[in-house]
Structures are given as C-alpha cells and as structure tokens.
C-alpha cells in the first residue's frame, strides 16, 4: 500500500520535472573579491613537562594448568 502511494506522489513530480526546458538567458559572473593584508593571532603557551623512562619490574602470573582432549573427544583427567 505504501509503495503505491509513494509512486502516485512521485509520479507527477517525475513527469513535471521532464517537461520543463530550461534556457539559459544571460552569462553569470563571480563577483571580485578584495584581500587586504590581515593579522594572525599570537598565543602564549606554557607546556607541561613530561618526563619519560622505563623501569624493570617483576609481574606475577598465575599457574594455569591446561587439560587437554582425548581423540574421543572427552577432557582427559590428567591421572591417566
């Protein structure tokens, strides 16, 4: 139902814009433009100091113990 009437909107629209035959009557032209010379602004900035480096440090990691499948599919026990 909404595509019909979507078409029936579009549908005069489409046939209006295909009628109309567009000339051209007179040149157009760019209006000129003057640049003077002009002034950026000055900004004062103060950073932060930042100092960077690098320091050995010793990271514990869990023990994880992994078990893996049997061929059958099955999670092996481990006591095998």
Excluded: H, N, W
Aim: aromatic letters at 2%; one cysteine or more.
């Amino acid at each position: 139902m909404k595509r019909i009437l979507i078409a029936s909107l579009f549908t005069p629209l489409a046939i209006g814009l295909a009628a109309c035959d567009v000339d051209q009557t007179k040149e157009g032209e760019m209006p000129e433009v003057e640049v003077k010379e002009g002034q950026l602004p000055e900004y004062d900035v103060e950073t932060a100091d930042v100092e960077v480096g690098t320091k050995e440090t010793t990271v514990e990691v869990p023990d994880v113990k992994i078990t893996m499948p049997d061929a059958k599919g099955t999670p092996a026990t481990g006591d095998e």
